[in-house]
C-alpha cells in the first residue's frame, strides 16, 4: 500500500518503521525536514506539503499533538486527497473536532478514521499500542493492513469521534491512577516506609497495574525523566474536562486530578515525567491532622466537656 505519513516525533517514528518493515511504500512530510532523513535512508519518499503527498497516497495517517495541529493538516490534505481515499488521524483530538473533519471530508467523499493509540512509545516501538478507531465499519477490511503493523488491540468502537471518546476515558482511568500512585507514595514517605517495597507488595495483589508498575517505579527512584511528557496528558486532560462540561457530566476525581496536572505544569516540570505529580503533593504544606476514631469515641463518651468541642480538631 501507498501510504502516507505526517508526525515524525517518539511515537510516529516506530510507526514509520514498522509500516516500512512490512513492505508498504512510505511517503512522508515533517515541518523539519531533517526529521524524515532516517525514513529516507530506509526508502521512504519525501512531499513537498501535506497537499503533495496527499495526492500520491491513497491512505493518509497523521499523528501529532493536539487538535488545532490535526485540523490545519486536514486542510492541507483536503485539497491534494482524492475521493475514496482515507485520513486516519493516531493523535489524541477532541471528539468534535474529529466529526468537524469528517463532516468537511464528506464533500469530497473522503473518509476520516479518529485512531487514537495508548501504550506510549515502548508500545509503538514494540507495536503493541492499543488501537481505538471511529468511522465507518466498511473501511475495516482496508485498515487492517495498517493497524496490523502498529498496534496489539485493535477495537472499532462507533462512529466518527466514538475512538476519541474511548481514549478520553482511557485518559481519565490512568492518569487517575498515577494521581493515586503519587498519593499512596506520599503517604508511605510520611509514615517513613519505603514505598519501594511498598510499590513491590501491591503488584502483587489487587492494586497491581501497569500505570504502578511503570509511573510508581519512577517515583520509587525519584526518576522523573520523559516516558510521557506530563504536558501531554496536561493537554489531553483538559480535553476530557472540556467534554464533559459539554455534556453536563460530574467527574469529581477528575477535576481533582486537573488541578494536580495545572500545578505540575505551573511549577515548570511539564517537560518531565507525569510521575512529577508526587513532587506537587510533596510541595503541599502539611495537612490538618484528621479527627480521629479516638477522638469520636470520647466525644460520644461524653469525655469532651460542654464548650470544650474545639478538643475534637
Not at 469521534?161 to 482511557?170: L, R, S, Y
Request: aromatic residues 6%; charged residues 20%; neutral net charge.
Amino acid at each position: 500500500m501507498n501510504i502516507g505519513f505526517i508526525g515524525l516525533g517518539g511515537m510516529g517514528r516506530p510507526m514509520t518503521e514498522h509500516l516500512l518493515a512490512a513492505g508498504h511504500e512510505l511517503t512522508v512530510w515533517s515541518r523539519r525536514p531533517t526529521s524524515a532523513d532516517f525514513l529516507l535512508k530506509r526508502g521512504a519518499c519525501w512531499a513537498d506539503s501535506p497537499t503533495e503527498l496527499a495526492r500520491h497516497c491513497g491512505i493518509v495517517c497523521t499523528n501529532v499533538t493536539g487538535s488545532a495541529d490535526v485540523e490545519a493538516l486536514a486542510a492541507q490534505l483536503h485539497k491534494g486527497i482524492a475521493p475514496d481515499s482515507i485520513h486516519i488521524d493516531f493523535s489524541t483530538i477532541a471528539p468534535s473536532v474529529a466529526r468537524y473533519i469528517a463532516a468537511r471530508y464528506a464533500a469530497r467523499a473522503v473518509h476520516f478514521v479518529d485512531a487514537p493509540v495508548s501504550g506510549g512509545t515502548a508500545g509503538a516501538q514494540a507495536a503493541t499500542l492499543a488501537i481505538m478507531w471511529g468511522g465507518k465499519s466498511a473501511l475495516a477490511e482496508r485498515l487492517e493492513p495498517v493497524f496490523r503493523c502498529l498496534g496489539k488491540t485493535v477495537v472499532h468502537v462507533g462512529d466518527v469521534g466514538a475512538g476519541q471518546v474511548a481514549k478520553a476515558c482511557n485518559q481519565l482511568v490512568m492518569v487517575a491512577a498515577i494521581e493515586a500512585c503519587a498519593e499512596a507514595a506520599r503517604l508511605a514517605q510520611a509514615a517513613g516506609v519505603d514505598f519501594g517495597k511498598v510499590r513491590e507488595a501491591m503488584l502483587g495483589g489487587s492494586a497491581g497495574s501497569g500505570v504502578l508498575d511503570f509511573f510508581g517505579g519512577k517515583m520509587a527512584i525519584r526518576g522523573f525523566a520523559a516516558g510521557v511528557e506530563a504536558r501531554l496528558h496536561h493537554k489531553d486532560f483538559v480535553m476530557v474536562i472540556d467534554e464533559a462540561m459539554r455534556l453536563g457530566v460530574s467527574l469529581p476525581v477528575g477535576g481533582t486530578v486537573m488541578q494536580q496536572l495545572d500545578a505540575l505544569m505551573a511549577a515548570g516540570w511539564g517537560r518531565q515525567d507525569t510521575s512529577r505529580l508526587l513532587s506537587v503533593l510533596q510541595r503541599v504544606a502539611p495537612a490538618v491532622p484528621l479527627i480521629t476514631s479516638e477522638h469520636v469515641l470520647a466525644a460520644v463518651d461524653g469525655d469532651v466537656g460542654a464548650g470544650d468541642e474545639s478538643r475534637l480538631f
